[in-house]
Each structure stands twice: as C-alpha cells, then as structure tokens.
C-alpha cells in the first residue's frame, strides 16, 4: 500500500512539473467558460433581434453545457500529455526504476489522470452552464431546471472517461503524435460530420465521442447507453495501454 501511495504522490508531482501537461489542464478553464460566455451572448442577441439564426432545438438549458465540447480537447491533450511525455523523454526507464511492477506504475498514472480531470471538470462545468446563463440573461434558465443536474453529472463523468480513453490511447501508442492526429480532428469535427452523412450516420453514433455527447444532452432518453459506449471504449483504450506499457521495451 505504502508503494501505491507513494507511487501516486509522484505521478501527482508529475502533472504539476511538467509544463506543457500543466499548461494543457489549465487551458481547460478559460477555454471553456470563454466559449460558453460567446454562445450565451450570440445566443441572447439572435433571440433578442429575432434573427431566426439560432440552432435547431436550442434550448438555454443545453446551451450551458455546449462550452465544455470545445473545452474537452484541452483535456484530450492532458491525457495524451500525461502518458507520451515520459516515453518520448526517456523518463519512463527513470520511473519504472522507481516503480519496478509496471501495472502499479501504469494504474497511478491512469488513477492521478482520472482524478485530476474530475477535479477540474466538475467546478469548471458547473461555471460554464452558469457563465452562459448570464450571458443569456433574461432568457436563461435555472440550474435546477428538470434534466440539468444529470446532464451536468453526466458531463464531468464524459469529461473524466475522454480524458482516460486519450491517456489510454497514447499508452498504446507510445507517443503523442498518433492519438492527437486522431482524436483532436474526430473530437472537432470529424465525428460530427460522419453523424450526417447517410452511409456512417449509425456507425458515428457508436464513436467514443459521439456516443458520450448524449451524457450531456438534457433531455437525452439514451444518456446511460451513450455512458455505456464510452465506458466500453475507455476499457479498451486502458487495456491496450497497459498491454503495450507491459511489452515497452521488447
């Protein structure tokens, strides 16, 4: 146990030491909140001007939870940053000396990395809906509205498992230019276009990202089996990680 712990403070000190995984964590907040304060205030001034260019099916209740999608690949970039940074420095060999049992080492990492990411998404979640909210002002909505609540738990545990599933992904891939060049295009775009199309539109909504999205939609009636997708995707990635992280230098 003693091991464990002490394996976990050093993988903490990691995250705070190393500058470019620091600096990607950070970016996390002012991302989010800027672009739910913009999607509140274009918000607020279409339907003040009644324009007619708001987004089909917008609700005030979702616009306070859209900031966070873009957020989201702040937090892609920690995941991946938390795992390639060691392995393209050479510093893994230092830490698995420190750390001899590779699964102990592999589980702090991935248990640090979850619970930082929780512990920045749920308070930057939270500010986010309510930013938008007073941007949208007189059009706003409440945060105990009916759905929100779950739709904000929903969207810290999606924020936790994207997070994992790219710490997960860039074990297997043993670097970061891989899992970035897929994930952050996927995340931005990619998935959301194929979600359109008639040929991939079922196949997208299985995507990791796709099918988390509904955790956070409020009045999502498929929310748990969106959860469910991910969950099966983050397991995945975090089997393989270790599996690779396992074999690192055969």
Not at 11 to 38: M, Q
Not at 215 to 223: E, H, I, K, S, W
Not at 224 to 235: D, S
Request: proline fraction near 3%.
């Amino acid at each position: 146990m003693a091991e464990t712990l002490a394996a976990v403070r050093a993988e903490f000190t990691k995250v705070r030491g190393v500058r470019g995984t620091f600096l990607a964590l950070l970016l996390f907040i002012p991302l989010s909140l800027l672009v739910a304060a913009l999607d509140g205030w274009s918000a607020r001034s279409a339907l003040e001007s009644d324009r007619g260019m708001l987004r089909d099916g917008f609700t005030a209740e979702q616009a306070g939870l859209d900031g966070i999608l873009y957020g989201q690949l702040a937090l892609i970039v920690f995941g991946v940053l938390v795992v390639s940074s060691e392995y393209g420095s050479g510093m893994m060999r230092v830490s698995l000396l420190a750390v001899p049992r590779r699964g102990r080492l592999y589980a702090a990492k991935m248990a640090v990395t979850a619970t930082v990411a929780l512990l920045v998404a749920i308070p930057v979640t939270v500010a986010g809906y309510l930013v938008t909210q007073l941007a949208l002002g007189s059009h706003g909505a409440s945060i105990g509205a009916e759905g929100v609540p779950r739709a904000l738990a929903g969207a810290v545990l999606y924020l936790t498992l994207m997070t994992l599933f790219a710490a997960g992904t860039a074990a297997a891939a043993r670097s970061a230019v891989v899992p970035l060049a897929i994930l952050l295009p996927m995340v931005l775009a990619g998935s959301q276009i194929l979600s359109v199309i008639g040929a991939t539109k079922e196949v997208a909504r299985y995507f990791p990202d796709r099918a988390g999205a509904r955790m956070l939609t409020v009045d999502a009636g498929d929310a748990y089996t969106g959860g469910a997708v991910l969950l099966v995707w983050t397991v995945a990635a975090l089997v393989l990680g270790q599996v690779r992280h396992r074999r690192w230098d055969a």
